[in-house]
């Protein structure tokens, strides 16, 4: 196949490409990657800028043989680097285990929700890349490599943007299944909604909330309990008494079960269930990630700009990561807040105005999401990552010629 003729998930990217190959086992990804000066890894296609192309071989790992192998002695599940959520998940529950949190969709591969720093929510819950034990990586010369917690070059490799190997295979932590419940309030004021952020955010092992920047209220908080009673009020408001969708205007069908009915984990942490199409399909994402200490100026300034973003964005979440110690996560050493905007599938009209959202959000520390939409370059991301050096040089050690490198690379860490 050829990269003309390949998009990404939400159609707003054709990958330049010459060729996608399908290896289907690890000796095959080696082989690529040993003779092929450019190449790129192409997870579940759901990042919406550049990340994953190449004008040389995308690699999808999407064939390769499953692996989805429990192991309870070490409390870990070691999976293959083309695994999505929603193939790990239910295999390990039905083993009695569990992945301590997950993004809103279970459509997207492990593997690049790793690399790109993705996260669910949660006061205490960092970023999904936080449950990586070890990853294996096949290196520039196409020879595997792995890297484990606690070796020197693994906390600068598990967020790695896929610029430094092919990730074949990974081994990620696991503790014991668990019953989550989601409950939907409607409509809380913002004044109460900031004066007790903290308590808002902590109502739930899991916390959305969603927003228009418009609305004098937060049009929707989803609260996900996890072993205690779901919240029979807040700030005076009552729970929603039927599924709300977090876009009024489709089909709450495609969501996990609401009501504050609890289920299993890999059924209620997700927004949206496997079988659907992931939330609106037609969309455009952008995400900044902010120092907890800024949230309030962050939302201020967003308020403000509600009416250059409305009449562009579908919806808006707010939501929680607690801090850890991976190099470029968004997370990195500190407490977070992630404000993310669902826009319209109009690539023209997002592109005027993320410049404004950058120019608002940058200076707050606010980190955008490495695989979603950001005006940033190299300039405006080096100051807020401490350790952005140290990646750069962790790259050219292992990918002096640049074999995992593209247009996105240059523009984000520099040429």
């Not at 779901?230 to 009552?238: E, K, T, V």
């Not at 370059?377 to 100051?383: F, I, N, S, Y």
């Amino acid at each position: 196949m050829t990269g003309s003729s390949e998009r990404n998930w939400a159609g707003n990217l054709r990958y330049a490409a010459a060729r996608l190959a399908q290896p289907t086992s690890p000796e095959q990804v080696c082989e690529i990657v040993a003779a092929a000066p450019r190449v790129r890894a192409l997870g579940s296609r759901h990042s919406f800028n550049g990340i994953a192309d190449t004008t040389g071989v995308l690699v999808s790992l999407a064939r390769l043989p499953r692996v989805i192998e429990v192991d309870a002695r070490s409390r870990t599940v070691t999976i293959d680097g083309g695994a999505t959520y929603g193939q790990v998940a239910p295999e390990v529950h039905a083993q009695g285990w569990a992945l301590a949190n997950l993004a809103s969709l279970p459509h997207i591969s492990v593997a690049g929700a790793v690399a790109t720093g993705t996260h669910g929510s949660g006061d205490g819950n960092g970023s999904l890349a936080t449950a990586v034990a070890a990853m294996e990586l096949v290196d520039a010369d196409g020879a595997p490599r792995w890297l484990r917690r606690g070796e020197p070059d693994f906390a600068g490799a598990v967020v790695g943007l896929g610029a430094l190997g092919i990730v074949t295979r990974l081994v990620l932590d696991i503790e014991p299944t668990f019953e989550v419940a989601t409950t939907v309030f409607s409509d809380v004021p913002w004044d109460a909604a900031l004066a007790n952020f903290d308590d808002l955010t902590a109502a739930g092992y899991s916390v959305s909330l969603f927003t228009s920047w418009e609305d004098d209220v937060v049009r929707q908080v989803w609260v996900k309990t996890r072993g205690a009673a779901a919240p029979g009020h807040l700030f005076g408001i009552a729970p929603a008494s039927s599924t709300h969708h977090m876009m009024s205007a489709l089909d709450p069908a495609a969501l996990t079960p609401q009501l504050g009915v609890p289920g299993p984990w890999l059924d209620r942490l997700p927004h949206f269930r496997m079988g659907f199409t992931p939330s609106n399909g037609a969309e455009i994402q952008s995400e900044w990630l902010l120092p907890r200490s800024a949230t309030l100026e962050a939302i201020a300034r967003l308020r403000r700009l509600g009416p250059l973003v409305a009449p562009l964005l579908q919806t808006a979440e707010i939501r929680t990561v607690a801090a850890d110690a991976l190099w470029l996560s968004g997370a990195y050493g500190r407490d977070t807040v992630g404000v993310h905007f669902t826009w319209l599938l109009d690539v023209p009209g997002v592109e005027r105005i993320l410049p404004a959202v950058d120019a608002a959000l940058l200076p707050l520390g606010g980190r955008p999401h490495w695989g979603q939409c950001s005006s940033a370059g190299v300039a405006d991301l080096e100051p807020l990552y401490e350790r952005f050096a140290d990646f750069r040089a962790l790259r050219q050690r292992l990918d002096p010629q640049r074999c995992f490198g593209n247009a996105y690379l240059d523009r984000v860490l520099g040429p």
